[in-house]
Structures are given as C-alpha cells and as structure tokens.
C-alpha cells in the first residue's frame, strides 16, 4: 500500500520491493541524507566543501548524487541484523542485506523524520532517522520489542559502512570510554600546498551508542567473512569479535544480546556522523547522552525538537483543499518543504551555479522574502560593471567556481527580472531598486535598478549581427555546449527568454517610476521578438538555435531533437508567438512532446553524438536534457500555458510532475509523491518499457516554478503593487476549491465555485462585490474572506 498517513504528517510505503528506490531525504545546512527504503543511503557534509563520512566500498571519486542512483550489495547503507539465539535465524531490517520477507514492513517518509516498522518472526524492529538543526550528525533510534508471546534470546547488530575511506591511511577500532567505533583516514593529496587545508578536515567516522555494546567488529572483511554481507560469518558466531582495521576498510557493527519477555522491548540510540578529533566524539557524547536533570529533554531528545521545528518554519502562503486530494497533500506538505530546502542550503554547494541560486531564492520569496532579498543582493554583488553574471556566486571565502561554472553560460543575466518580480509581488517591496551594492571588479558601486540595467544591455550586446543571442558553450540547457564554441553559434531560446526578462523589467521600471527605462526595454523586447520570429519560426513550431556552422537546429527538418519544449514555452511568456503560433506551437507539442508522464525537453531523443550541438546528444535517449521530462522545462511549459489562458493544458502538465494519483503511475515511477524529482525517463515513443521513470534526484529548480504555477495561475492569487489580484484558472472538471493565501501578513481564506448564475467571474471581499479583481489596501494582520463565483463551463 502506499498513502499518506491519516495526519498527513508521513508518506508511507508498506512493501521494500514495490518500489525499491523509494526514498526520503533530511537535510540541515551542514548536511543532507538520501534514504531509500531498503536502507541505503547517500549523505554528505559541508566542510566547507563537501565531503563524505560514509563512502562506496571500493576508491570512488568526488562526484554529486546520481540520477537513478544504483543501488548494490555494498551500498554505503543504515541496516540493523537480528539474531534469534536459540534458532540461529537473522533477517535485516529496513530490508537489505538480508533480504528476509517481513511479515509487515513499514517505510514512512516525514518532514523531519524517517521511520522504519518491520516485524518478522515475532520481533518489532522500528528505526528512525532525524537531524540536528546544525551539526553534521545522523541522530538513530532503534527499539526492538517481543511480540511473540514468548520469551526471546536475541542480538541485536546495528551495522553502520563506513568504506574505503583512503588510500593514504584508515583504520578503525573501538573506544571503550566513548562507546563508539571510530574510523580514521587522511584524504588523499600530493602537493605540499593542499596540506593547510587537508589537516582540518573532518577525517573521523563514528558511530556513537548510548549503551555499551555486548561486543563490537571494526573491520569489515572481519564481519563479513566467507558468509558475505548477506549471510556476515561474524553474525554466525556467538559474539563479534572485537577487531579492528589497520589500513584495511572499517565498518561501524555493534552487537547487543538481550532477553526479552513477552511484550517487552529494549530501546537505543545511537549517533553516526564525521569529526576531527576523538576529542570532539566525546564533546558530542556528553551533549546529546548526557542524562538531564529534573526530568528535562537529554540533548538528543532535544535536538530532535530543535530540527522538527527548523523544518516547520518552511511553510508555504498556500494551504488548499481541491477534487485531488493527492494534490492537496502533496501541495500542502511536501512542496513547501522542498522548496525551503533549496533556498535554505543553497543545494549544499559553495557555489551554486546563478541560475540555480536565484531561482531557488525566486521560491524563498513566498516563505523567507528576507531570505531571497538578502539573496538577490549577494548575486548581484558579484555581478561585473559590464552588467555580465558570474556563472557561479561564491557563497564561502574559501570556495571557488568548481565543475559546470567553469563553463562559460551566457543566460545568468535573464534570470535576474524573471526572479526579482516574484520577490516584489510577494512583498512590494521596490526600495529595494535603490540598494545600493558594489561591482566585483573594481569600486564602482550602483543601485540594484542600475544593476539589472546592465544586466539587461549585457544581453542586448552579447548578439550577432541578426540580433540573436550568443550562446558560448551553454545556456540554461549545460550540455548543450558545441553549439556556439567557436563565437558564432546563437541560443534561440536565449533570444526569447531576453525578451520576457526586458518585458518585465520594463514592468518593473514603470511601476517604480521609471518610465524612460520602461518604454525602452518594453521596445527592444518588441524588436527581440520580431528577430527570433524572423530567424526561429519553423512553420509548426520555434527551432532551438542556429551552430557555429549556421545550421538551423531543432526543426522539422531534423530526425532527432526535431522539436524543444523551451523556444515554445517562452515564445508564449514573452509574446512572440502569435494566435496562430500559439495553437500550432501547442499542438506540436502536445503530438511530439507530451507523454503519460510528462511533457518531455526535446523529440525524438538524440541517439548518437551531434558534433555541432554537443554532449546533451550523448545522454542516453530519454534521460537528463536528451529528451527526458526534465520537470524545471515542463514547468516553464505550464507556466506560460496559464500565461496564455489554457489552462487545461496547464494543469494536465502539472499533475504529471507529481507521482499518482493511481497505484499505476506511482509505481511506473518508482517514487513515493513527497519531491518532484528533476526529471523522469522520456523517449516515450522510442523506449516505451522505461518512459515515466524517476530519477529520485531532489535538487532541482522545478518546485519554486511549480509554485508560482499554483499561485500566479491554477489559483490566480498573485501578488501586485496594488494588492492582491484574483484571477482563478481551475481545470474544467473542479466545480469548487478552496485556498488559505496568506500575503504581505495577512490571510485570505478564498473559496471557488462555479454557479449557475454567473456568466463573467465575480469576487465578493467579505461579503460585498469588488469593483474589479485587485484587493487593494491589504492589511498586515487583517482576515479576508473571499468568495470567488466563476461560470459554469459551457455557459
């Protein structure tokens, strides 16, 4: 079975192979943990780069988290094995390494928690996994009770991999004063200048038990044996041996023996993470195990509470209450908690690429505008004075542009009015044009208006001779990156994302009063327009760019990668596309692009190297950028689909970003609806058997687009300098809907309904008629209650 539990506090799954990739993910802003239903695990940690505590079983090297991450026997991993002394049988819990059917098995994800229920032969094994709010520690539970209805002899081994650490030095042993396992490595270096940073480096691994062990096994290969880790030769015996690792690779396995009577239970805890000194293993000891007085929380209880609520102050503006109840749920609960993961940990990256990083504080301008003000601020601080964005902001003193933003993008700049608009309508706040911020190439300092100014003439003289925008080695598509290497290939799409940003700059400026700047980008968004209408229209559809060579890509022409979702979806932002460009454009789309699962970034997907376009032609068919449904291009899709007033196109769009509402469908892809994963496997009318699959990949800049899909359109409560506009798309079939929107401080609790008895809408405001569909004068602290009459369909 896989439903939200009645709380609607956990998503649960109550089968390890129904979907074996399942998963669930915790975060704080030192560090994230990927939890799959069976029990492996993908973590990570800031120091400040990052780094990990719990590696692969073999030398790997530095990389992000994998789409479609393979999972695999020694898989770094959280298992508990249990022993039943008499009968010398052991199943595993969550599921692996044993892989013994439970008799009940429950795997649920929550917002600040991931749990674990598993029966098996009488014995209850339960799990749970939470976070500090701001250290890097993994903080356990494991409670295991007798429901047999007889006294059972049992031992109990958390099993905790650690890897191989290093080929420098690791070893591993117990200490007996801490009740911790501790492993120890050198990272690997060879220049004598890396030192300085190498020796503060958190090289520690421990596992930290608040009982002391019946006994303990350090060394990997020692637990393991001839039995493997399926069967470990250690668990055969009657106690681990208490071994150690010198230069060999290290485990974290402890064994407690017990006793229980009918319907007892003994509980553990215990606290895996990296550090620097044994030292520090204690200090964290006494914190989280010492026993507090006068009844109070311990420090583990307490920091617990401390990350329940961390987590809970990511709350959205929206609570809705819909015909989809699955929507509801995930819209409710877990959306916004994407969303606040993005902008709160900046994907745990030291350098998150521009783009990224406005878009995700584009979605803290709903949660934290604060957050997102003092964002938009930052990135604009690194701007040159020739108005060119960075291709990463540096968020550490000690980072630096690493792996992609080594590559030069030539759309950073667009992202700045398209981001910086949400942030006002959420807020008003306009003064923050004035702010006056500091170019990073010298001493020039310029207000925030002067700022995207030049970010905006940037991108008018980063053309060629037909007015089309240069696209270097990549634009918002990184693989995309022979198109224009040699200086000469141009970016279609670029070209029309930079006439919706000059559009809505030139809405910015007017409604701050500056008008001349208003006319003038509102002019050369026109122009902009007209040039790519020139260059880009295929007849059916907008081609995706022209290559080094002047060959025209992404046309009907074309056998693979004929059509991009990406020139449609902004041609309809930015007003490029005619009514006739509209309806062929959507309908190509809807013919070539949109699949059972999704809408997907290009067709037919490239099946061989395309020299003059680049790598994105060397991913597999269907996945990534060649032709999966990367879900950020479908959300731009459904947003300039409510943009344009179709809005059952729009919702059809969005709802496949979500897994469900069937059985079927969330099983077609493999994950449980608590993230919309970057993308699912596309090539839907190549490879059919694989189509729909998910990539369990959580960083991605779809959520805050989603939302502003769901404030702006699906329920038409955007923000404006006046107040708060009401301008409702509901989907056909929704004869009511009901939202609690809160904004600039106050609450609007908004209910929806077609009626007979209308035939234009009508929004009442407490109960009078509203001349219009702006509530003005909005009052910080005030209640609204808005009744929102629409026609009934067909009327």
């Not at 550090?275 to 507090?292: C, L, N, P, W």
């Not at 902004?570 to 809807?590: C, F």
């Not at 009442?764 to 009744?787: C, F, H, M, P, Q």
Request: hydrophobic content about 35%.
């Amino acid at each position: 079975m896989i439903k939200p539990s009645q709380d609607n506090a956990y998503y649960e799954l109550t089968s390890p192979t129904l979907l074996p990739k399942a998963s669930g993910f915790l975060w704080n802003e030192k560090m994230m943990v990927h939890m799959n239903c069976r029990g492996y695990a993908v973590a990570q940690f800031m120091q400040p780069e990052p780094g990990k505590y719990s590696h692969a079983p073999n030398l790997e090297a530095k990389t992000f988290m994998q789409p479609e991450q393979p999972y695999y026997a020694h898989h770094p991993g959280r298992f508990v094995y249990v022993k039943d002394e008499v009968t010398g049988k052991v199943f595993s819990a969550p599921y692996e390494p044993v892989r013994v059917q439970a008799d009940s098995y429950t795997f649920a994800v929550g917002k600040h928690d991931i749990v674990w229920r598993v029966v098996h032969n009488g014995v209850q094994i339960e799990m749970s996994l939470s976070l500090p709010k701001e250290e890097a520690l993994e903080l356990w539970r494991v409670k295991v009770t007798n429901l047999s209805g007889e006294k059972r002899k049992l031992s109990i081994y958390p099993y905790f991999t650690v890897g191989y650490m290093s080929w420098m030095n690791q070893s591993g042993e117990y200490n007996e004063q801490l009740n911790a396992i501790i492993c120890t490595s050198i990272s690997p270096y060879q220049k004598y200048q890396d030192y300085s940073k190498i020796k503060e480096l958190n090289d520690k691994t421990f596992l930290l038990a608040d009982r002391e062990p019946s006994s303990w096994e350090a060394n990997q290969e020692l637990f393991e044996g001839e039995g493997g880790i399926v069967m470990p030769s250690a668990v055969q015996q009657e106690t681990l041996s208490r071994g150690e690792a010198r230069y060999e690779t290290p485990v974290c396995a402890l064994q407690y023996r017990v006793e229980l009577e009918a319907g007892d239970h003994q509980a553990y805890r215990f606290i895996f993470g990296p550090s620097k000194t044994d030292e520090q293993v204690g200090s964290i000891r006494e914190h989280y195990f010492a026993q507090a007085a006068g009844g109070k929380m311990d420090g583990f209880e307490a920091a617990e509470a401390e990350y329940a609520s961390y987590v809970a102050e990511g709350q959205g503006c929206l609570e809705i209450n819909t015909p989809d109840a699955e929507l509801d749920n995930f819209v409710n609960h877990w959306l916004p908690r994407q969303m606040y993961y993005h902008g709160q940990t900046n994907r745990l990256t030291t350098d998150p690429q521009t783009r990224n990083y406005l878009q995700d504080n584009m979605g803290m301008s709903y949660m934290k505008p604060a957050t997102a003000r003092a964002a938009f601020l930052t990135a604009l601080s690194q701007q040159h004075a020739s108005g060119e964005m960075p291709d990463g902001v540096i968020l550490h003193p000690d980072a630096e542009l690493k792996y992609i933003n080594q590559v030069p993008h030539t759309d950073h700049c667009v992202w700045l009015p398209v981001c910086l608009i949400t942030y006002l309508d959420e807020t008003n706040d306009f003064a923050i044009l004035n702010e006056q911020v500091k170019f990073a190439d010298g001493d020039e300092t310029a207000s925030v208006l002067e700022h995207i100014t030049r970010a905006m003439d940037w991108l008018i003289g980063a053309r060629d001779e037909r007015g089309l925008n240069y696209i270097n080695q990549g634009d918002w598509c990184d693989p995309m990156n022979m198109v224009g290497y040699k200086g000469k290939g141009v970016s279609g799409w670029l070209t029309v994302a930079s006439a919706y940003a000059f559009r809505i700059w030139a809405d910015i400026c007017e409604n701050s009063g500056h008008n001349e700047l208003a006319e003038r980008f509102s002019k050369e968004a026109d122009r902009t327009n007209a040039v790519y209408n020139e260059h880009m229209w295929d007849g059916e559809w907008y081609a995706r760019g022209i290559t080094d060579d002047n060959v025209v890509f992404g046309t009907s022409k074309d056998k693979e990668g004929r059509i991009f979702l990406n020139p449609q979806s902004w041609a309809l932002m930015s007003g490029a596309a005619d009514d006739e460009q509209k309806r062929k454009l959507i309908q190509a789309v809807r013919e070539q692009l949109e699949s059972p699962y999704g809408v997907e970034k290009l067709a037919p997907s490239f099946t061989a190297m395309r020299e003059d376009v680049g790598r994105v032609t060397q991913k597999h068919p269907g996945s990534a950028e060649n032709g999966a449904i990367y879900n950020h291009a479908a959300a731009f899709y459904a947003y300039s689909l409510y943009l344009v007033g179709q809005q059952e196109d729009a919702y059809r769009v969005l709802r496949k970003m979500i897994p469900g509402p069937d059985r079927e469908d969330i099983v077609r892809r493999g994950q449980l609806p608590v993230f919309i994963p970057n993308y699912y496997r596309g090539a839907y009318r190549q490879i059919p058997h694989t189509a729909g699959r998910s990539s369990h990949l959580f960083n991605t800049g779809t959520v805050p687009w989603v939302y502003r899909c769901l404030i702006d359109g699906l329920f038409g409560l955007q923000g404006d300098k006046d107040g708060l506009l009401v301008r409702p798309q509901l989907p056909d079939a929704w004869q009511e809907a009901s939202v609690k929107r809160t904004f600039r401080g106050a609450e609007f609790q908004v209910e929806m309904k077609r009626s007979a008895d209308v035939r234009a809408t009508e929004v009442y405001v407490n109960g009078e008629l509203l001349s219009g569909d702006v509530v003005t004068s909005v009052k910080a602290g005030a209640t609204y209650a808005i009744v929102v009459k629409l026609p009934q369909i067909g009327a």
